[in-house]
């Protein structure tokens, strides 16, 4: 069931998130996402993630299209001006995409092109305003247009934020609601407390929180993510249940398999499960949503 479907059905959504590649050769990238067809409901695919050049958001998603399955666009403001973003958002709606994410794009700096320079033509709150006026027949000039589209929108959330800035995020969330954002996708997460407040919020609006499951890959990830990296929390017991594992790699993937169900357990509106470059480990990770459904 495609992933529009399956949340105003309000049923649990499972989301894969696949890089496009760094070239033409798109035969990895289809055949990981065919290999879990069943048990996805979409793929988010990243526009240009780290701010590294890569194949597009939408021409990745085509290719998925093209095989059956369903995607999630990724629309930032960093790379293009408003001629282009609302270009790609009817040519998105065109060909039968029917969910967007809503970014602002990782800083240039992040990347592997630092010679660029960044668009923010328009910023998060515009753009999401630019999609209400395509959705009801005008671009932003105010011309009628021919057709209309119309998405499930969502954006990031980070609830791992502390004092000031954690207030400023659930401030933003409530905004983000009033523009129509219908689902929120976090940071990586490995604990759920700090989301309560972030899930009422959502609850009482009728939106999603769909916490990012990770896949850990060795047990330097794992530290390294644990000391150094403040948008997520890495408990200490997950590291040290990997030092002490005989098969670090197996341990990593039983991890993340875990968090997979404790998603469902908590009630959460999805799961988006996160391989960095490991999709190929996605058919033993989502090995357990088969007794997750429904």
Partial sequence: MQFKKQFETGKFACLVQI??????????????ALSVKGEVNAFIVPEMGNAVM??????????????GLDAVVQVNCRDRNRLALQGDILAA?????????????DDPSFGDHHETKAVYDIVLDELLKVLDKLEHGKDMAGVELSGTPQFLKGTTLNTCLRGADREKELDRMKKMIDLDVKFFVTQPLFEFEMTQSFVKIAEKNDVKVIPTVLLLKSLGMARYMARNMDSLILPEPIVERIQKAGDKVRECS?????MIKEVKANNFGGVNVSCMGWEH??????????GLKG
Wanted: aromatic residues 0%; glycine residues 10%.
């Fill in 254 to 258: 039983k991890v993340a398999k875990e």
């Fill in 281 to 290: 480990k996605l058919p033993e990770l989502l090995g357990v949503m088969e």
């Fill in 54 to 67: 890569r194949m597009s958001s939408l021409g990745a998603a085509i290719v998925l299209h093209k095989q």
């Fill in 93 to 105: 709606g065109a060909l039968g995409i029917n969910s967007l994410m809503i970014e602002t794009g």
């Fill in 19 to 32: 890089e496009p590649p760094k070239g033409t050769d798109v035969s990895s990238m289809v055949a990981n």
